[in-house]
């Protein structure tokens, strides 16, 4: 089976966001970048079903040229080839983004490549949009799942699984189809070293798609107003045991 | 018209959607419109008598048998067609899994822009919306446009109102012109059996670990203080990539969002990603060697010290008061 999937650069945060002064980036200077957490694991879901059934499997991002290192990175895992839909570093908005995918998968199928699956993250860490993936399937007359926390392919059908507030609902749908991951569903493995020598020699496909106003656009970035609080602090290493019962006493917990 | 898209439970609107109803009553006071409500599903009609509380003028069923299992494109295309019809400015749903599912979908069937967790919206040719990115420790300021502005409302972000003189609803069921793509997907539920474990979401105190609880083996002292107070044990995304954990009990952005009396975070440096998941909890009580990690500012309380040893003697003392044993009173 041919498998697509759609993954995104995000800056590593950590303690704390910094804003750029004019408000329209996070401050990146001192971060790492990274995968957006769902797609690590649909990059990692995809690896699976290749290495199970056979076939080829493609990542693909629209980004900044930087992003060819989180390309490389899904490489690393086992991902066999990668597509990078440059852009220039503006913001793309979610119908933009999902416009220009079809228009990516489109030229695919045209150099005759199909897929018979296309997957993402439920939602990107960064922007969050929840909806390029159903976008995509729209544009494509494709079913699709979102958010599935379990996956297995048979007969050329999916069963997928996606958590409830109540337990699981399942749902069996066919192939062609896109699905969208949620972290959960697998644990993605390291990269090997030799993973990464390979996917670093690999070829990267460009294609420069023309920057479009899909109707929901950024003014600027705020921090949520935190409400002032102090901290207090109980005792140190062994000297707190009578502290923290006190305080669950207090709470009414103990 | 300002239409919201009400869930609902056999007719009962879930808690998300009576926060839909507020903010969609204040848009259309604000727009000088009226408000009106769609439901999906067996019983959406019975919704009318809680409507009436929330200014809702018309409530719009969907009347069809096969919509008794949830189907997100047929119910995406049921509030497209609606829409079509009666011609709204606005459609906002929850951003619930479901209701973000469903206006994703009927964004992409109207070939418009949707802003999905909101937080705040103020109309105009364009609305102006703040919605949140990075799980809401980051909020975006942005422009929508579209000849129907499609909006979801982040969770909790203003309170329920219902109003205490009560409206007129007019019930009118619509029967949707589905065809059969709007039902390659449907979810038909799995219920659990119950394990008798106290689950993370419910759990009064939960006691979480991150990388500085050294090992899987080391969350003994963990799990032995979460049963000795009637909690859950949670954990960081770090250590469910870690393999200690399983990433049921993982709580964060990309895990649970929970909203405990106490959370109790074991050796977890705060990381925006984790504090998105227990900034809900009542209390929160940082165990850590670091005085300066991010988490040690965000907590009420805070131990400065070694997982392991803070939770031996924490764990000791607690079996030494439910032995019976008073207190020992602070040196």
Known sequence: MNILVGIKRVPATAGQITLTPDGQEIDTRYLGFTVSPHEECAVEEAVRLTEK????????????????????????????????????????????????????????????????????????ADSAGYQVGVRVADALDLPCVTGIKALEINDGRAMVRRQTESGWEVADVPLPAVLTVKEGINLPRYPSLPGRLKAKKKDIERIKPEWRDGGLQKVRLKLPVQAGHTVEILGQDGDAGTQVVELLQRLRLL | MVLAFIEHVAGSPTKLSLEVLTMAGRLARAMGQPLEAVAIGPKGAAAAGILSSYGVSALHFADDPRLVEYAPTAWAHAIAELADQANPAVVIGTASDRGGEVMAHVAARMTLPMAANCTDIVPGDAFTVTRQRWGGSLLEEAQLKGRVKLLTLAPHALAPEASPSRTKVVTRAFTPGFDDGDFRVRFVPQVEADTGKISLAQARVVVSGGRGVGSAEGFASLEELASLLGGAVGCSRAVTSLGWRPHSDQVGQTGTRIAPDLYIACGISGAIQHM??????????????????PIVDQADYAVIGDVQMVLKTVNAEIRRVKAGAPSRTPA
């Open chain 1, 53 to 124: 059934h056979g076939g080829s499997s493609t990542v693909l991002t629209l980004g900044p040229e930087a992003a060819i290192d989180q390309l490389r990175d899904a490489m690393a895992l086992g991902i066999e080839r990668a597509l990078l839909l440059e852009t220039d570093g503006r913001e793309w908005d979610p119908v933009a983004t999902s416009s220009a995918i079809v228009e990516a998968i489109e030229a695919e199928r045209n150099a005759g490549r199909t897929y018979d699956l296309v997957m993402f993250g439920n939602e990107s």
């Open chain 2, 276 to 293: 998105v998941g227990c900034r809900a909890a009542r209390h929160i009580l940082a165990i850590n060697t670091d005085p300066a990690a």
